[in-house]
Structure formats: structure tokens, C-alpha cells
């Protein structure tokens, strides 16, 4: 059997989301459950949020508009992450390792809050430097 040949068949295997599902496909097509990926979502654009308020922090005295536009997105994408986070942890029926996402939702909770107050830092920066320059 040539390598292509075990890569077709397994993507074209059916998905599974629950790991009962996937007892005779194997460990790797487990995709994880609804909640975990909405978890993981939510934790990846809180992530977003703290590397682009990162960036808009330190780029507010060198870009033209003063990382105004950087410091907004960051709050908004912070806001988003850190409230998806909150509500995942609100409603989630159970502890770490039942697939209910809750490590996803603390990790997204915890960045949105750090990218918010990153883009609030940055946007208040940059009304200074407008302010003063």
C-alpha cells in the first residue's frame, strides 16, 4: 500500500466527534467535541487580541494613525474572546478532561482580559501622542 493510498482512506473516513464514536478509527480523526472547539475558538482570538494589542503598543509612536486601529481591534477581539470564555465556563457541566472545554474557556477568559487591557493601554497612548504631537 503506498502512503497516498492510507491518506485517502482516512480522509475519507467519516468524522467523529465523540470519542465512542471513534473507538475503531483510531486516535487521530477525533476532531473533539462541540463545546471544546467553541472553547478553542474563543481561546484563539483571545490569543489574537494580545499579540495584536502587543503590537499596537509598541507601534504607537512609530505608525502614522498611532496604533489607534490595533488598539480597537484588540479590545473588540478581547471583549470577544474573554466574553465567549466567560459564558463556555458559565454553562459547562463539568471539570477538566470531560470534553466540555472548560481549560479552553479559563485560557480565553484570561487572554481576552489581557488583549483588552493591552488595546485599552495602546489606545490611550495614542491619544496622548495625538494630543501632544
Given at each position: 500500500?503506498?502512503?497516498?493510498?492510507?491518506?485517502?482512506?482516512?480522509?475519507?473516513?467519516?468524522?467523529?466527534?465523540?470519542?465512542?464514536?471513534?473507538?475503531?478509527?483510531?486516535?487521530?480523526?477525533?476532531?473533539?467535541?462541540?463545546?471544546?472547539?467553541?472553547?478553542?475558538?474563543?481561546?484563539?482570538?483571545?490569543?489574537?487580541?494580545?499579540v495584536i494589542g502587543w503590537l499596537a503598543l509598541r507601534s504607537v509612536r512609530r505608525i502614522g494613525n498611532g496604533g489607534r486601529r490595533?488598539?480597537?481591534?484588540?479590545?473588540?477581539?478581547?471583549?470577544?474572546?474573554g466574553l465567549n470564555g466567560a459564558v463556555k465556563l458559565a454553562v459547562a457541566d463539568g471539570g477538566l478532561g470531560t470534553g466540555n472545554g472548560v481549560f479552553g474557556a479559563a485560557l480565553a477568559l484570561v487572554l481576552g482580559l489581557v488583549g483588552a487591557v493591552l488595546g485599552g493601554l495602546a489606545l490611550a497612548r495614542s491619544r496622548r501622542t495625538e494630543l501632544s504631537g
Open positions: 500500500m503506498s502512503v497516498l493510498f492510507v491518506l485517502a482512506a482516512q480522509a475519507a473516513s467519516p468524522v467523529c466527534t465523540t470519542s465512542a464514536e471513534c473507538a475503531g478509527q483510531g486516535v487521530d480523526t477525533f476532531l473533539g467535541t462541540p463545546e471544546r472547539i467553541w472553547a478553542s475558538v474563543a481561546a484563539l482570538v483571545a490569543l489574537g487580541s494580545v490595533g488598539a480597537i481591534v484588540a479590545v473588540v477581539a478581547g471583549l470577544i474572546g
